[in-house]
């Protein structure tokens, strides 16, 4: 049986988790219970999907040359994603996502999300013309 071969074009966003009882109000500072980082974008997710379902996956897309765009490489090259296509930007960091999980006492989570798209907004068509 022959493996798809699938082309994404996509985002990278180093997503960064933070968890929380109380979520801080204006100018107010409050402790959180856990943080974690995770990789994703929804072009980062979709190709790690598709790989790890059997086919054969190369992502394009920008990354910062800083440490956020060196995880996500790894991640991508990690789930078995071709990543020959990726291109590094000199100038842009790399996409991130803060997240802030509220868990509230009723058991039910409250999500807050703030993305920075970096080096994803950078991209230009004559780059991946190939």
Same mark, same amino acid.
């Given at each position: 049986? $022959? ?8 985002? !990278? ?5 933070? /968890?929380?009882?109380? /979520? ?10 856990? !943080? $974690? =980082?995770?990789? +994703? +974008? ?9 790989? =790890? ?8 897309? =920008? ?6 765009? $060196? ?14 296509? /990726? ?34 907004h950078s991209i230009r068509p004559q780059e991946i013309e190939f």
């Open positions: 049986m $022959r493996r798809p071969k699938i082309l994404v074009a996509g985002s !990278f966003v180093l997503d960064q988790i933070a /968890v929380t009882k109380t /979520v801080p109000g204006e100018g107010e500072t409050v402790l959180g219970t856990t !943080f $974690r =980082k995770a990789p +994703g +974008g929804k072009g980062l997710n979709q190709a790690a999907q598709a790989a =790890k379902l059997g086919a054969e996956v190369t992502m394009v897309g =920008k990354l910062g040359q800083d440490g956020n765009g $060196r995880e996500l490489l790894s991640a991508c090259q990690e789930s078995g994603v071709n990543s020959a296509h /990726v291109l590094l930007d000199e100038e842009q960091p790399s996409g991130c996502a803060l997240i802030v999980l509220e868990e509230k006492e009723d058991g039910s989570v409250q999500n807050r999300i703030l993305v920075v798209p970096g080096a994803n």
